[in-house]
């Protein structure tokens, strides 16, 4: 089984211009976001998919593999599919650039169930949530899913799912991480089809899946680790590394 890890890195960033290139402790983002992949125990390779020769230089100088993508590409999800055509693997994580803090083990509990003797069509990774928790469970940027008894995705929503008219003490609530890991053959097919209804009511690209039939894997993790999609994210990053440092 060759597990490849695919880092879609774009230059062009909406909220945080440059964002892949944002110095943190010295070195840009994106370079810390490589750097945790490798540590992986079950991906063998890490390879950075970026439509930006700026990025490209960056990681080559400090060794990465990269591979050039269309600036065409619609979403993250499309570079990396663009980028699997071009490489070697049975399985594939699309890892964000901008996860500096992402970790390891995060990465290796993606890719367990693929190592089975009934790998999924996809898996990705979720956070528990308690009923009182209504700040996450209410907002709109964090993404919830409902599952079923073996732990694959019925849906994803901005909204709270499951709704509140009877909720107990023992229900759960999930917030979704957005890590996720294909099969090549799902991948490539994923890659072939036009956005579809839900996906684009919610601007939930994994809706894709679900519509069309394909199953996807919820890992449930204890470990989140905040991403870089903002300023204010930027520096509470900058502020966790700094502390970690020595000296």
């Not at 994803?156 to 909720?167: H, Q």
């Not at 809706?207 to 509470?236: A, K, S, Y």
Request: net charge negative; proline share 7%; charged share 25%.
């Amino acid at each position: 089984m060759k597990a490849v890890i695919l880092i879609p890195a774009r230059l062009d960033s909406t909220r945080l211009d440059k964002k892949m290139l944002a110095d943190i402790e010295g070195e840009p983002l994106i370079v810390h976001t490589w750097r945790q992949a490798l540590k992986s125990r079950l991906a063998g390779r890490v390879v950075v998919a970026t439509d930006s020769l700026e990025i490209a230089a960056v990681l080559e100088a400090r060794g990465a593999e990269v591979v050039m993508t269309s600036l065409d590409a619609g979403c993250g999800t499309d570079r990396i599919a663009e980028a699997a055509r071009k490489i070697d693997g049975d399985v594939f994580v699309n890892l964000q650039g901008d996860e500096p803090l992402i970790s390891p083990q995060n990465i290796d509990l993606l890719l367990e169930p693929f190592f089975s003797d009934n790998p999924p069509d996809c898996s990705t990774l979720v956070f528990p949530l308690q009923p009182d928790d209504r700040l996450q469970i209410e907002d709109q940027h964090l993404v919830k899913v409902v599952m079923d008894s073996k732990g694959y995705a019925l849906y994803f929503s901005r909204s709270p799912i499951p709704f509140s008219r009877n909720v107990l003490p023992s229900t759960i609530f999930y917030r979704h991480i957005g890590l996720y890991a294909f099969r090549a053959e799902v991948l490539e097919k994923f890659a072939e089809l036009p956005p579809s209804m839900l996906e684009l009511a919610e601007s939930l690209e994994q809706l894709r899946l679900l519509e069309n039939g394909f199953r996807i894997q919820c890992v449930t993790t204890l470990i989140d680790n905040p991403g870089v999609n903002t300023p204010e994210d930027l520096e509470l990053v900058r502020s966790i590394l700094s502390s970690a440092s020595p000296g």
